[in-house]
């Protein structure tokens, strides 16, 4: 045989190969038969070219790919890998060949159609692309600007004072039981990944299988093998962001020199600054010129010779591991697959690059592995504070950071974004509440098996509506109204269940408040953000941030002379002079990017919020829709592969009117999982190819 594809009930993809190579071609074989369209999207959006077909509101998107020179930072570092490993560059090379094979012979998905778009062809390089696009803000970098804007207006104890986690930078969780705390007396691993929720989702469960390796786990679609969480059977490893700072902001003074540009260096001399421009095409409107600047520190991402759109003299330039090193870790693929104990894993992961995470692995001899892995450059304090000069030279890198290993206490490891072992390598934190609630739970049994693990994954406890709760009891002279909804919310069990009527009205006073707060003339100084690049934008919006650091505003000392007994107090009434609000699940519901709109689907209603263990991210103050929550969850039993489960929100196809483009969305809105199936004599074969 050359390759066979079977599907599992829910259209699960299971692959078997004579070799990894073989192998590999079959998956971008599938992964383009099931995600076509989510393939070409994503290739685009590496390239910078949606705009193209998607029309003017990709442009900020592409003009941020131009300038921070994604796809040359994919090709340099597919031609280091072709040169260090080339049997990774071939297996890669093969993945591609099944990409573009099906791209060729498969009748293309309804998408291209709409969108007037045929399918493109795949590079060898394309792979790495598509991982650093998906990757290139995971560390928030863009969050430097927000520390730097908000202590302009407010002074350097602003930055602590709002310090949390940036957008699409937090929420997962992991979580590793060892075979002392479960009734097998084999360890277990369970966890979920919270990202931008995306239809088709950004995570696809496959099965690999050829002589040396039989491999399930949750892959990236357009990049072969499993990096993040997968189960050889004999060993099984997960991650979540460990949160850490390894990408730099550089403010740069440039200047024209004829058609060139030079930047001052830490030298004191004008060095050469390679520039040239691209045009970005535009559905519907007349393609964009950009005009693309690389100094010796990195691409310019923002600004320019002349400065910012708005006049303000700046330039902004990213240094990040894969420019600097052409490296982006794709080395530890094949090893991760080949694993066997977690030594071998450990070993691979020494090969990590971008990005940055926590990683927990077991295996069936009783191994263990609780670590960070990736590249943090090793430089000044300041530079994870905020955009450093370029011209001065304590600023450089100066090596490599060791990567920290932390154990197990009671049996137990719970990684959740939270200061654990990432704490050396990183600025600022996911709050505290996930992770302890995680152990917590986890404390309060003693022996755990993998089928006991849905309940943790869909705990909705908030610990942090405790501080305006606080707030709330402690007023008095209230209306009537807003008196029993004080007291109401004062006996709420803090549970964000979608059900719940009292969530739902917790949740609109808090809005309430965010909106008070960030209104009052000592916070809207810094509503108008600087005129950066579009993207940028999220990490600068102030009623997010309030809304993040509302624990924190509550609880200092003092705030800038607010009345926060007053605005709490406003905030209260205003909520209870309102009609009744339904449940919780009326307005918190799923909001999906989908590249193309679908506004005929109703999302469902969804349990959780932020700071829940089931962590699906509202913005408080601006909307309750989620647009980011669990894209995956995942239980590796060592006991048994076989007992060990998964889900994804939507389903392992992107094929809209396939049976299996949404039928895992009931389970995983119930928190139910499916079972990973990986007797191939169960399972159906589909074909060969």
């Not at 109703?602 to 909307?623: M, R």
């Amino acid at each position: 045989m050359s390759a066979e594809i079977y599907r599992d009930a829910w259209g699960i993809p299971h692959l078997r190969a004579d070799s990894a190579d073989e192998l590999a071609r079959a998956q971008g074989r599938v992964t383009a038969r099931d995600r076509a369209w989510q393939l070409e999207v994503e290739r685009h959006r590496a390239q910078g070219t949606s705009a193209s077909f998607l029309g003017p509101e990709s442009l900020p998107w592409d003009r941020f790919a131009r300038r921070a020179r994604l796809a040359d930072t994919a090709r340099r570092c597919f031609a280091a890998l072709a040169e260090r490993d080339p049997e990774t560059a071939a297996w890669v090379r093969a993945y591609v060949d099944g990409v573009n094979e099906s791209l060729e012979r498969d009748d293309p998905a309804p998408e291209f159609a709409r969108a007037g778009l045929a399918p493109g062809r795949w590079e060898p390089w394309t792979p790495l692309a598509v991982w650093l696009g998906t990757h290139i803000l995971f560390a928030g970098f863009p969050a430097k600007l927000w520390r730097e804007h908000i202590a302009g207006h407010l002074g350097p104890d602003a930055v602590a004072l709002f310090a949390t986690d940036g957008p699409g930078t937090a929420g997962s969780n992991g979580w590793l039981v060892s075979g002392e705390r479960t009734v097998t007396g084999h360890a277990v691993i369970a966890g979920d990944p919270h990202r931008y929720i995306e239809d088709p989702g950004v995570y696809q469960q496959i099965h690999l299988s050829c002589p040396e390796f039989d491999v399930v786990g949750l892959a990236v679609p357009g990049v072969p093998g499993i990096a993040h969480f997968g189960h050889t059977g004999t060993v099984a490893w997960a991650i979540t962001n460990a949160m850490a700072d390894y990408q730099d902001l550089y403010r740069e003074r440039l200047r024209r020199t004829g058609a060139g540009v030079e930047a001052l260096g830490p030298d004191g001399a004008w060095h050469r600054a390679a520039r040239h421009t691209e045009l970005i095409e535009v559905a519907g409107e007349e393609p964009v010129e950009v005009e693309v600047v690389e100094t010796d520190r990195g691409p310019v991402i923002a600004g320019g010779p002349e400065g910012l759109d708005d006049g303000t003299p700046a330039a902004l330039a990213l240094r990040h591991p894969p420019r600097v090193t052409a490296e982006l870790g794709f080395s530890a693929l094949l090893p991760l697959l080949r694993a066997r104990r977690v030594a071998d894993v450990d070993r691979a992961l020494d090969a990590w690059v971008e990005p940055v995470n926590v990683v927990q692995a077991a295996d069936t001899e009783g191994g263990l592995l609780h670590r960070v892995a990736g590249r943090v450059p090793l430089r000044a304090a300041a530079n994870g504070l905020g955009p450093v000069p370029a011209w001065e030279p304590d600023h450089e890198w100066n090596g490599w950071h060791e990567t920290p290993r932390a154990g197990l206490t009671a049996g137990v490891a719970v990684m959740a974004n939270q200061r654990g072992p990432a704490a050396p390598l990183g600025v600022e934190f996911a709050p505290p509440h996930r992770a302890e609630r995680i152990a917590a739970l986890l404390a309060a049994k003693d022996r755990w098996s993998a089928a006991d693990m849905p309940a943790l994954h869909t705990d909705t406890h908030l610990a942090s509506a405790a501080p305006l709760l606080d707030r709330l009891a402690a007023l008095d002279a209230l209306t009537p109204e807003a008196a029993a909804l004080r007291d109401r919310l004062l006996a709420w069990d803090r549970r964000m269940d979608a059900g719940s009527t009292d969530a739902a009205a917790y949740a609109a006073v808090r809005g309430a408040l965010v909106r008070h707060l960030a209104a009052h003339p000592a916070l809207a100084v810094a509503a108008v953000p600087p005129a950066y690049p579009e993207v940028l934008l999220p990490w600068l919006a102030l009623v997010p941030r309030v809304a993040y650091a509302l624990e924190h505003l509550l609880r200092a000392e003092n705030l800038y002379g607010i009345d926060r007994a007053g605005a709490v107090r406003a905030a209260l009434e205003e909520v209870a002079a309102r009609e009744p609000a339904g449940t919780w699940g009326d307005t918190h519901r799923l909001a999906p990017w989908r590249a193309l709109p679908d506004a005929s689907r109703e999302e469902p209603g969804l349990s959780g919020d932020h700071d829940c263990v089931l962590c699906t991210s509202a913005v408080p103050g601006l909307t309750d829709l989620a647009a980011r929550g669990p894209a995956a969850r995942y239980v590796w039993d060592l006991a048994d592969r076989q007992d060990s489960r998964w889900v994804v929100p939507h389903g392992a196809s992107g094929l809209p009117g396939s049976p299996h483009h949404h039928d895992q969305q009931p389970l995983w809105l119930a928190g139910e999982l499916a079972p990973v199936v990986t007797d191939f004599d169960r399972l159906v074969k589909e074909t060969d190819v």
